[in-house]
């Protein structure tokens, strides 16, 4: 590339990565910053030391990770026939059908949880339906569960992972398709040996919105997880606004920052042998 291409280029970006620099890795740098600094310690590993040795936080942790992969794996199962259905649709119904997937995006999380205790509370529609049908005597205990925050989780990310896969199928050719069916291969085959590889980019970028959204989230796992259902966001909040232990809140806000990265080195890693 020549020199005057590469100045421009570079004046291009410029604004982008001070906009990076200062409102994503400047905050991230004082994060990390004040999880290893005590005021009259110096610098210490002391806080990691102490929640990392918790047991109460080894199962937060754990329960937030357990969260975070079944979200991204049922989403990627549920999402990968849908969204390839919609990308081999014609134009107005692919319009339609994007319409009504974008749509929950556009309301409230907030909204949206609450809609979840209307459905899965002692007097909601689940229970009485059950009910009503004869199959319980008394209502279940749906709400404040790690399945109603599992719910929750998928119908908030799900249409993240449906853009994205449908984004990558859109540029696969029909005539591939076409080509492997010609040389033998069913439409299972040809799902499994050339639709997912082509479309892995868009895997890796959905599965790490969803993870991400997943470990996360706070609205979700507050409402319908309630107290004793903690996950590290809902932990996070406690030690910064209820204890006023900021330290602590750091150290659980850069493990969580870990975490999200470690994944996506993972599934980069993992991106040549899904195709």
Known sequence: MPPAAV???????????????????????????????????????????SYLSDPKFHTIFLRTLKFGLIVTGVSAILCYPASYAISRTDQHRKSLLMSIVILPLMTSPVARTYAWMVILGRFGLIN????????????????????????????????LMVLNLVSAMENISPELEEAAQSLGANRWVTFF??????????????????FTGSI?????????????????????????????????????????????????????TLRPRIA
């Open 7 to 49: 100045k421009t280029t570079l004046l291009l970006l410029l604004p982008a990565l001070l906009a990076v620099g200062a409102f994503l890795l400047l905050p991230l740098g004082f994060i990390l910053f004040e999880s290893v600094y005590l005021e009259g310690r110096g610098f210490t590993l002391y806080m990691y030391l």
């Open 128 to 159: 009485q339906t059950l009910k009503s049908a004869g199959l319980i005597a008394e209502p279940l205990r749906l709400l404040y569960t790690e399945g109603a925050v599992i719910v929750g989780l998928l119908q908030l990310f799900l249409p």
């Open 193 to 210: 040996r050339v639709v997912i590889p082509l479309s892995a980019d868009g895997l890796v970028m959905g599965s790490v919105l969803v």
């Open 216 to 268: 996360t989230a706070y609205v979700t796992p507050a409402i319908l997880g309630g107290t004793k259902i903690l996950t590290l966001a809902t932990l996070l909040q406690q030690e910064a606004v209820v204890f006023m232990n900021w330290g602590g809140a750091t150290v659980i806000a850069v493990v969580m920052t870990v975490l999200t990265i470690l994944l996506y080195l993972g599934v980069r």
